[in-house]
């Protein structure tokens, strides 16, 4: 595997990172993985606003893997409670399954502690997202039983609405 280098995003990423979210969820590259949501959300993912937004709150961080200057993956990392919340998991479709995905999850873990000394991690997916869920599974997250509404206001592009949000958290 490449060696990427890990840090965390500054307003410069902005751009980068908006497009590799894009790239990873939503677009035509993402279409052919096995994590795509074509079928379920149609639609931007996120925005730049958004973004920059979160890399300016105190409370967060974007961890990103950089291949040279260039980002190849990210992941929000945001305090909750006595532990951090996950989010925004994007790994360049040009390199999934290449082990990058539980790298940054190792690091996630590791990030989060040392920031906040925290101790859980705590993510969301969209329920119809069955080998998803089994991924963090194998990575230690248990489903909490709890779920959480689908924000459908805010995604004009959603193609069908039985769905919502599973909560999985893992102690760390
Ligand atoms: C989900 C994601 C983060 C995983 O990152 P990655 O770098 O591709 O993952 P890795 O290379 O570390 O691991 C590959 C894993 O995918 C699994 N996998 C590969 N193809 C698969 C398929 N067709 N069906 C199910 N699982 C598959 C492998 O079995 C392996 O898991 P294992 O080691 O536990 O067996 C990445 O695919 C991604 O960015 N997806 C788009 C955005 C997204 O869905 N983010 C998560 C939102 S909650």
Partial sequence: ???????????????ALALLIERAYRGPEAAKGWTNEAEILTGPRSSP?????????????FLVALDGDRPVACALLKRHGTGAYFGMFAIDPAV????????????ADAAVRELWNANYLRLS????????IAW?????????????????????????????????????
């Fill in 49 to 61: 606003e958004e973004i920059a937004g979160l890399i300016a709150d105190p409370e967060a961080r």
């Fill in 96 to 107: 999934q399954g290449g082990g990058l995905g539980k790298l940054m999850m190792t690091r």
């Fill in 136 to 172: 963090y599974e194998r990575r230690g997250f248990v489903q909490t039983g709890q779920h959480e509404p689908f924000p459908f206001d805010s995604s004009p592009g959603a193609l069908r609405t039985d769905f919502h949000l599973t909560v999985l958290q893992k102690a760390l």
């Fill in 125 to 132: 997916v969209i329920s119809l997202r069955d080998q998803l």
């Fill in 1 to 15: 595997m490449i060696d990427y280098r890990f840090a965390f995003a500054t307003p410069a990423d902005v751009p």
